[in-house]
């Protein structure tokens, strides 16, 4: 099964059609993935095609490889930028295989450490320099404790004083950046 949206506010399971892994594709069970409600109402939303399948982040366990397929063996856990779906399939190098100690349902927050990181790739500070974050909800609480683990000075802010507090210490949080 899919979830699948047709049109806005309006999503319906489907059936997904499995179908055996090609030369360089890995298949399996999805244990987690991860819903961002903005992200799904903005897709939602969205002027585009129906249907169109829902979901960006998913872990799963492997359980079907192509021929072709290196580094992943049936019974590895695996992220992809897959559907909310029961099952995914994927060309084995759109997936990366989790470390084993990793909790897979952590694993799928990798889409939205992406998300943070996209913003110091694009700007390419030096090590050490001030970073503003902006928001401390899901992704602005991933890009502040981000930077602070890579070397900058970071300090963020957010209207809500919950936010800021979850902060931990390392970040400067507060009403309003200086």
């Known amino acids: 099964m899919v979830v699948t949206a047709l049109g806005n506010g309006k999503v319906e399971l489907r059936s997904l059609a499995f179908r055996p892994s090609g030369l360089r594709q890995i ?6 993935t991860l819903i961002s409600p903005g992200t799904e109402l903005a897709i939602g939303a969205m002027p585009r095609p129906r249907p169109i399948s829902l979901g960006y982040a998913a872990v799963f366990q492997v359980d079907d490889t192509g021929p072709e397929v290196e580094g992943c063996s049936p019974g590895d856990i695996a992220f992809t930028m897959g559907p909310h779906a029961s099952r995914q399939i994927v060309t084995f190098t759109d997936a990366i295989r989790c470390d084993p100690l990793l909790d897979p349902a952590s694993a799928t927050f990798a889409r939205l450490m992406n998300i943070s990181l996209s913003a110091l790739s694009a700007s390419r500070p030096a090590v050490g320099a001030m970073v503003g974050v902006f928001g401390l909800g899901v992704i602005g609480q991933l890009a502040a404790r981000i930077c602070t683990a890579a070397g900058f ?5 957010d209207r809500a004083s919950e936010r800021r507090a979850l902060c931990p210490g390392g970040i400067a949080a507060a009403d309003e950046l200086p």
């Open 27 to 32: 298949a399996g069970t999805t244990l987690f």
């Open 153 to 157: 000075r970071t300090s963020a802010t």
